[in-house]
């Protein structure tokens, strides 16, 4: 009978001991989760913040930092490939509703002084970001 106790006693420990156990993997994989979704966000904020920089450039923009305080970046977004959208969108309305920001063209002027082909600058972006 005392060893069945003994037993018994010996069983109950390794359960609470892998109770315990368990509960701490538990904690450690939450604060994990935690990590992994306050990186991608991160991520995603910091490709879109250079695709609208990028784009702000592309344009014109006199001053790229005082644009992206004003510019309204909801409409923008990041899938999980990286493409940005929404970029061009929101550099066309801050250019329609703060146009001093920009340098405006002469006439007759390339749309592309620097001799390549105009393109989205989100995209430009994302073939940047899978390059690098």
């Not at 060893?3 to 359960?15: N, S, W």
């Not at 904690?27 to 995603?44: I, K, M, N, S």
């Not at 909801?74 to 970029?87: L, R």
């Not at 801050?94 to 105009?118: E, I, M, V």
Request: hydrophobic share 45%; proline share 3%.
């Amino acid at each position: 009978m005392e060893h069945d106790e003994t037993r018994v006693g010996e069983l109950e420990a390794a359960l609470h001991g892998a109770v315990a156990e368990r509960d701490g993997l538990a904690a450690r994989v939450t604060e994990l989760e935690e990590q992994v979704r306050t990186g991608d966000a991160r991520w995603r904020a910091s490709a879109r913040d250079g695709a609208l920089a990028l784009a702000l450039q592309q344009a014109s923009c006199r001053d790229v930092e005082a644009a992206l305080r004003l510019l309204d970046a909801e409409g923008v977004t990041v899938d999980d490939a990286g493409v940005v959208q929404g970029a061009a969108e929101a550099v066309a309305a801050l250019k329609t509703a703060r146009g001093y920001l920009f340098t405006p063209r002469a006439l007759g002027a390339a749309a592309n002084p620097g001799g390549g082909a105009p393109g989205d600058p989100a995209a430009a972006f994302a073939e940047w970001l899978r390059r690098g």
